[in-house]
């Protein structure tokens, strides 16, 4: 069961980001979690309605399951709290984005993998506070080590983090939502190229992002939804 629920869960990331239905996967991930109160057994489950939500659109949601994960077991923290913290920025909350990054603070954890969220986090807080050089000092930080390390969904997600929080007329923030597009083109991720483009779109950054994501017909020009 575990083995199972932990694959359905990442096939629910891949089609979410995707923009495809997940509504199956979901269901049966339940199915399998049954009636059990074992935080092992609800983990799968819970990070799985979280990327669906995420890919979705649905950013509160997204958030607080995020944080449900965390509460579950405190090895999730450092992700999962990086991720409702994304959340955060994008709905343009700076004080759960704030509250977010203590308590990944606070887990103790750390690595250059979760070092290049915290940079993307604080990044996200300048921009929102209008302090643009420091935004700008610490996203080209962050995109730097997520390059280095070949983690090329955090770098595309922070270039659309630039993208939506700061002023995209800068041309080192059109290479990074350039470079961005290019992975979400290669990687199927519908809805994270209609947003991107959206943003990019706009002349002037937006301090109160809207945190939803556009229509769905706006979704399917560029992506062939699968059955869930």
């Not at 359905?8 to 199956?24: F, I, N, P, T």
């Not at 983990?43 to 944080?67: N, V």
């Not at 809207?210 to 769905?216: E, K, N």
Request: hydrophobic share 45%.
């Amino acid at each position: 069961m575990w083995d199972r629920a932990t694959l359905l869960q990442a096939a629910v990331w891949l089609r979410s980001v995707r923009g495809e239905q997940v509504a199956g996967r979901l269901d049966e991930i339940r199915q399998l979690v049954g009636e059990s109160d074992d935080p092992n057994r609800l983990i799968p489950l819970a990070k799985a309605d979280a990327f669906a939500a995420f890919g979705a659109g649905r950013l509160d949601e997204a958030r607080s399951t995020w944080r449900r994960v965390a509460h579950l077991a405190v090895f999730n923290i450092p992700d999962s709290m990086s991720r409702a913290a994304r959340a955060s920025l994008w709905l343009g909350d700076v004080v759960s984005a704030a509250d977010d990054l203590t308590i990944l603070d606070g887990s103790g954890v750390h690595g250059p993998a979760i070092e290049a969220d915290r940079q993307t986090i604080r990044a996200g807080l300048a921009a929102l506070e209008s302090r643009a050089a420091d935004a700008l000092h610490l996203y080209r930080a962050a995109l730097g080590d997520s390059r280095n390390l070949g983690l090329i969904w955090d770098e595309a997600l922070c270039g659309l983090d630039m993208a939506m929080l700061l002023d995209s007329s800068e041309p080192e923030e059109r290479d990074a939502a350039r470079a961005a597009r290019e992975i979400f083109v290669r990687l199927e991720a519908a809805p994270f190229i209609v947003r991107l483009d959206a943003a990019v779109a706009s002349t002037s950054r937006n301090p109160t992002p809207s945190g939803a994501f556009p229509d769905s017909a706006h979704v399917a020009t560029v992506s062939r939804p699968a059955p869930g």
